[in-house]
């Protein structure tokens, strides 16, 4: 039985079959979702508590980017902020990953502070800094 399940999460069908072909004959399962199908999984418990079962990294601390290390961009892919070659300021990547955790935590502050490892006071202070509108989740989750 292998023992790495690589997870692939997109919408780019190209990308995901790239992968997929990357990996044959290697030890590993491969399994794909799209971004709809990921986000509705997390929140089934039976789901999540899967894929934590799977998944050690996730499962042994409560923080998700202490395991940076196990999430890897697929080579030849940009990565956000990498785009014709730039490479993305420290800043930029900031504040992307605060939008991206506010956007996931729904405009929940609290939780996306709680998510990034940092104080709840100290992602308000950057929210501000960057000029994220945190409402603009919050609509997307009522709409």
Known sequence: MPRTTVYIVGDDFTVVEK???NLQGSDCTVQSYGPGQWREGLENPYFRAQLLNGVPALASGSNPLEHKSNVLPFPGVSTPGQQDGKVATM???ESKAIENAIIQFRGN???AAKALGIGRATLYRKVKQYQIDPSVARKKRAA
Do not use: A, H, I, Q
């Open 109 to 111: 502050l609290t939780e």
């Open 19 to 21: 992968v997929k072909t």
């Open 91 to 93: 800043n930029e990547l």
